[in-house]
């Protein structure tokens, strides 16, 4: 390699970084690194790879009057030509509850649960498990006891319902309430309402149910206060009661289970 006239090598921009000799300063008659060749010196030193700033401003066709990015685009929105599903319109349906012919307009997908209680006002009847498991929501439909969880408001269109706000008579309670309230069978009171629509369907049907009876009528009312005895006590001094049967007082009943 040639040698300058002071035996000192030239700039050899190519040369390999470990063999490449440092810079001449201006002192020394060499260039060195200046404004002009800055940019020749960067690229050998990364390798001769020269990296390139990302500009900021955005494309002119996709700037907004500021110069700034515009926004994303927005969801598109159905033109007023364009036919949008119309909402279900309610249903008028005529029935009777507790004795009474109602009609009541709700919407198609509602339960017998959820037009008692949003639209008759007839919160009595409980909202439970709402999959037919726990029996709080039994109702009486036409005498017999269904899951008005399970049940469309459609389907009773021209039904007799019965809840528990209609079992007391003009008389006064019915003789289940009484018998629940004398024994104390009902507690924190939430399954209770579907548990007297059950028995007075197996009373109606039945003027002397076994203790076995009872026990298979209410199996589908779950209660988590009571241990059920208390329950089965009052539905037979209920039937008793029909029966026409004297009944013990409830102070003598508390004395002998003393």
């Not at 040639?2 to 000192?8: E, F, L, V």
């Not at 909402?87 to 509850?97: E, G, M, N, S, T």
Request: with cysteine.
């Amino acid at each position: 390699m040639p040698t300058s006239s002071r035996g000192m090598v030239p700039w050899a921009p190519r040369c390999p970084i470990q063999d490449r000799p440092e810079p001449h300063s201006r002192s020394s008659g060499s260039p060195g690194i200046t404004p002009r060749n800055r940019g020749s010196v960067n690229r050998y030193l990364r390798g001769g790879i020269a990296l390139k700033k990302r500009s900021v401003v955005a494309p002119r066709h996709r700037r907004g009057r500021s110069g700034y990015p515009r926004p994303p685009p927005r969801t598109t929105i159905p033109s007023r030509g364009t036919k949008r599903s119309a909402p279900r319109q309610k249903v008028h349906l005529a029935l009777r509850v507790n004795g009474e012919a109602v009609e009541v307009a709700f919407a198609p997908r509602k339960t017998l649960l959820e037009v008692l209680r949003e639209d008759l006002g007839l919160t009595g009847t409980k909202h439970g498990c709402e999959l037919g498991e726990c029996g709080t929501c039994t109702v009486l439909i036409d005498r017999e006891p269904q899951l008005s969880c399970l049940v469309l408001g459609l389907e009773c269109e021209g039904a007799d319902v019965t809840t528990v706000e209609g079992l007391a008579g003009p008389e006064g309670p019915h003789p289940l309430q009484e018998a629940f309230a004398d024994l104390n069978a009902a507690q924190c009171g939430y399954c209770t309402p579907g548990i007297l629509c059950t028995a007075k369907a197996l009373l109606d049907a039945k003027k002397k149910p076994s203790r076995a009876e009872i026990r298979e009528a209410l199996s589908g009312n779950l209660c988590r206060c009571t241990g059920y005895l208390k329950i089965y006590e009052a539905v037979e001094r209920a039937a008793a009661i029909l029966r026409g049967e004297s009944v013990p007082e409830v102070d003598a009943l508390a004395g002998g289970g003393a």
